[in-house]
């Protein structure tokens, strides 16, 4: 019996979407912060996971709830 070794793939998911790895060699955080710039809900964001399944990692993005005084 042969064993094949496949490399886990990184997932990244805000509000259901899959959002483009752009660097998969840096933190998950530097990633999103790179999206921020386009999305500015992201500044703030908060990065829950990693859940690993079926050979992909998935870490899921959550904004930051905003305190009002």
Excluded: C
Aim: proline share 7%; aromatic share 2%.
């Amino acid at each position: 019996m042969s064993t094949k070794i496949q490399p886990v793939v990184r997932v990244i998911l805000f509000e259901g979407k899959k959002l483009a790895d752009l660097n998969p060699q840096a933190p998950v955080e530097d990633v999103v912060r790179l999206h921020a710039v386009t999305t500015p809900a992201l500044a703030t964001a908060v990065v829950e996971g990693p859940v690993i399944t079926d050979g992909q990692k998935t870490y899921t993005v959550q904004k930051r709830a905003a305190n009002k005084g």
